[in-house]
């Protein structure tokens, strides 16, 4: 059974854009293993060597920062919860349970290792986040408050006001912004744009959408895009462009 829905002109663009973006990116990561695994050297040799680097976010803190460097510094404070669990936690547990916990010292560390910033962005026990709001806003009809970010500020002001890593500026500036507090410091974002940039994010009915092309080669790449997996190194036909 085949189900319409109207959907708004901003509804409709946002839709196209995404579209576009998905498929580029899935072209891009298909075309970057396929040279990559032209130029790569064989996988069984005498006197191969490997060389491996780790190329980590940076925490970004500009004087005006946006829905970028807040996912961006998100991802920072999700690695440092990782490095806090393995270099302290794990640690501090192991010690305590060794019976070398001495005045408690180790459990503080161990307390010491939670990070309030990710309770205010992910939500803690199902409670409100800035996520939460933020996704709420992208799926309403977007308006002129979410351009300048007003309508989302106010929500996660009413949702997440009392989060201890929550924080606001006096004055005209805390219409426009919200501030968390990081492991880093505090960072102060401007709301514009971040309900309509998340609207543009991954979604699933968009690789439904693309499966169902005269294309192999994009019904290839639109599913493993939905698996979250790799696109498969076939190499297309011509006539599949």
């Given amino acids: 059974e085949t189900m319409l829905r109207e959907r708004s002109n901003q509804e409709a663009a946002t839709l196209r854009a995404t579209l576009a973006q998905e498929l580029y990116a899935s072209l891009f990561a298909w075309l970057t293993r396929f040279v990559a695994q032209g130029v790569a050297p064989p996988r069984e040799g005498e006197g191969l060597r490997r060389l491996g680097l780790l190329d980590l976010y940076g925490f970004e803190v500009f004087a005006a920062n946006g829905f970028e460097q807040l996912l961006i510094n998100y991802c920072n404070e999700r690695l440092q919860r990782l490095f806090n669990r393995q270099v302290f936690a794990c640690e501090a547990e192991e010690y305590a349970a060794e019976g070398l916990d001495v005045d408690g010292h ?42 300048d970010g007003s309508a989302l500020i106010d929500g996660v002001a009413r949702a997440c006001g009392r989060h201890p890593a929550f924080c606001r500026r006096a004055g005209v500036e805390a219409s426009r912004q919200f501030g968390v507090r990081h492991f880093a410091g505090e960072v102060f974002y401007e709301g514009a744009m971040f309900a309509r940039k998340n609207a543009s994010a991954h979604r699933p009915d968009i690789f439904s959408f693309l499966r169902t092309s005269r294309s192999e080669f994009i019904v290839e790449l639109a599913s493993a895009g939905a698996a979250g997996e790799e696109p498969p190194l076939s190499r297309p036909a011509r006539r599949r462009f």
Avoid: K, Q, T, Y
């Fill in 106 to 147: 180790w459990e503080r560390v161990s307390a010491a290792c939670h990070l309030p910033a990710l309770g205010l962005l992910e939500g803690e026990g199902g409670g409100p986040s800035v996520f939460g709001v933020i996704n709420d806003r992208s799926r309403c009809g977007l308006d002129e408050a979410d351009a």
